[in-house]
């Protein structure tokens, strides 16, 4: 249970400026959306967060400055699920959940008992075991994909950061990758900021939505109010419909162009 | 939360791996491969005793033990003052270039890379170089051969070298820059050598013979020498062995893990360095060992550096100290230099891992 508070936060690579002055405060256990056409700067917004690009502006957590903790610390207080995460062949899917761990370990020391319950529990929870013994490269994309936020749960971080947990799986997967994360927030109060490429199911499982575009802000609030015909066609250049269900779900279809010869 | 103990049983090491053969049983059965080969290294030599009589006199020293080998005192010297100092001389030498290969490959995250690679090699050759052309005739009569000194000094001046080259580009943080630069010296060493060399054609033979291996001529000084900088090497590599593990996920994903990734590289390099330019300085340029022997567990025993790094000690003392043997009788009495052994024996191992692209990461 744990509130992130992002005030100005830039990031640039060599001379270009990839994030402009990024704001937002989340409360504990929210879910931030963060959406926006390629290169709108939602990766390196998520890679800032957890110290993999050095950035300019303030991140807080619980109140206090993430800076000032230490690099463990961080590692425990936000788990981050990259984009496409580097997942050695030859490991286990156990050892694989197990570097989870790392931040509660000694710099010379070894995996504690309880750092071995702590896995076996996420993998149970996860219903992974059958993995625990299989190598990465036996598995497929979906499995992999669940054992790499089994790897994030591990951490116990209050905070998780997924770059588009979803995008290399099946709708099928993708739906159950999004459940688990969604039935995790509800059962561990999990703070969750995600970029997703598909709007739809962005909007219907963040709380919030915060439209990027050229690395600023250019729309955040609701799904409903975020998700417009017009604003998406400004940002991302695309021609779609907006059609909202009656229970609130925001559903977004992209339309063809009509051609002349088209009958 | 729960925890079930029947799943942690599961994740307990060596249980995870139960389609293999346990991997709790390598390590024993490597020790046992390392003293049989101290055995056999001890029993075959041009000089001494009949073969079969070795281990009955090694037997004989052990206390508590009597055995009456026939072995002559004159015999046992032979053994004890010429063949172990050799034997043991070999282990220590193996088991370092592939605990310092297997470390090297981690931190790189490259599988080809060989204990020699930032130009440890090159720096202790162009060492020896220097002895043997400018001063060999003035060193001739000191008590202390300079050669195995000045070949660790330039060793580690090398690996320095290409640690601030690549460093200034910032090799330290992506590692590729650092391979590169360790190219870039090492050929710049290795012309400086070269040129040297031209210009004293009469030593080249000498030099050569130098460079290639020389485990022939071992003392137990040579042992007391090295002893000291691998172990010290070895040990703190093996308490990085799960820190390398972290880094088998990208330098990145390492640091969101909590691990201090440019430290780390930086330690495991210059342990594994110190390490590597003790063993070449006093043992010629071992080529081979710091690949084969770490890939060689990696196809047996797994990929988890907490397993690689002290199976790559055992199997790569057990190594070099088989490949010694052949040596001593192929060419009987002009001996074949073990780093033609090594390399006989390697590079054809080497070419089937790189055909059947077994090399796992």
């Known amino acids: 249970m744990s509130s992130i508070d992002v005030r100005g936060l830039s990031v640039r690579y060599g001379r270009t400026e990839v994030l402009h002055g990024f704001t937002d405060s989340l409360r504990s256990g929210e879910w931030l959306g963060l959406i926006g056409p390629n290169g709108a700067g939602k990766s390196s917004l998520l890679r800032a967060i957890v110290g993999i690009v050095p950035s300019a502006g303030e991140i807080d957590v619980d109140g206090s400055p993430l800076a000032l903790r230490s690099r463990s610390r961080r590692a425990a207080l936000v788990a ?22 790392s931040p509660y370990v000694s710099y010379f020391g070894s995996e504690s008992r309880h750092d071995r319950a702590m896995v076996a529990d996420v993998l149970e929870r996860l219903e992974l075991v059958g993995f625990a013994d299989r190598r990465l490269g036996t598995l497929s994309g979906g499995e992999r994909q669940r054992l790499v936020i089994a790897r994030a749960l591990a951490t116990e971080a209050p905070i998780l950061l997924l770059d588009e947990p979803t995008s290399a799986l099946d709708i099928g997967h993708q739906q159950q990758a999004l459940e688990l994360v969604a039935r995790l927030r509800h059962d561990h109060g999990l703070t969750v900021i995600s970029a997703m490429h598909d709007l739809t199911l962005a909007g219907l499982y963040s709380d919030r939505l915060a439209l990027l575009h050229e690395g600023s802000v250019v729309a955040s609030g609701p799904a409903a109010e975020v998700l417009q015909a017009d604003t998406l ?20 279809i992209p339309r063809r162009e009509h051609l002349a010869d088209d009958h | 939360m ?11 090491p060596g249980r995870a791996r139960a389609v293999r053969w346990p991997a709790s049983a390598w390590l024993p059965a490597a020790l046992v491969l390392v003293m049989v080969a101290v055995v056999l290294g001890a029993m075959i030599g041009p000089a001494g005793p009949t073969w079969w009589r070795v281990p009955l006199a090694m037997a004989d020293r052990l206390p508590l033990v009597s055995v009456d ?19 043991l001389l070999a282990g220590i030498v193996g088991s370092m270039l592939s605990i310092a290969g297997a470390s090297y490959q981690g931190v790189f995250r490259n599988p080809l890379v060989d204990p020699y690679l930032l130009g440890a090699a090159a720096g202790a050759g162009l060492g020896a170089t220097i002895v043997f052309t400018v001063a060999r005739s003035a060193t001739a009569d000191w008590p202390v051969d300079p050669a195995p000194t000045v070949a660790f000094a330039a060793a580690l001046m090398t690996v320095s070298v290409t640690y601030v080259v690549g460093a200034a580009f910032g090799g330290v943080k992506s590692g590729v820059t ?37 485990l022939s001529t071992a003392t137990w000084g040579d042992v007391r020498v090295v002893l000291p900088y691998v172990v010290a090497s070895s040990a703190v590599l093996l308490m990085h062995r799960r820190h390398l593990d972290l880094l088998r996920v990208g330098d990145d994903e390492a640091t969101t893990l909590g691990a201090p990734v440019a430290r780390v590289r930086l330690v495991v390099v210059i342990a594994a ?16 060992v710091g690949i084969v022997v770490p890939h060689l567990v990696r196809l047996i025993a797994g990929t988890s550096y907490r397993r690689l790094l002290p199976l790559s000690m055992a199997f790569g003392a057990a190594f070099l100290i088989l490949a010694d043997i052949p040596g001593r009788v192929l060419t009987n009495p002009a001996e074949t230099p073990i780093g033609v052994v090594t390399a006989f024996l390697g590079a054809p191992f080497f070419i089937v891992l790189l055909r059947t692209r077994a090399v796992p990461r």
């Open chain 1, 233 to 252: 066609a400004e940002f991302y250049g695309v021609r779609v419909s907006v059609h909202h269900e009656p229970d609130g779900t925001v559903v977004v």
């Open chain 1, 80 to 101: 981050y699920v990259p984009q496409e995460p580097l997942l050695p062949d030859d490991m286990t899917g156990a050892e694989y959940v197990m570097l989870g761990r």
């Open chain 2, 178 to 214: 650092l391979v590169l630069a360790g190219v870039a010296v090492t050929s710049l060493v290795t012309a400086i050598q070269t040129f040297l060399l031209q210009r004293n054609s009469e030593v080249i033979r000498e030099v050569y013979s130098w460079i290639l291996g020389r």
């Open chain 2, 69 to 87: 080998s026939g072995v002559t005192d004159a015999e046992w010297n032979i053994i004890w003052q010429i063949r172990m100092p050799r034997v």
């Open chain 2, 2 to 12: 729960t925890v079930t103990n029947q799943y942690a049983e599961t994740l307990l």
């Open chain 2, 273 to 288: 360095t110190l390490g590597t330019a003790a063993v070449v300085s006093v043992s010629g340029l071992i080529g081979f």
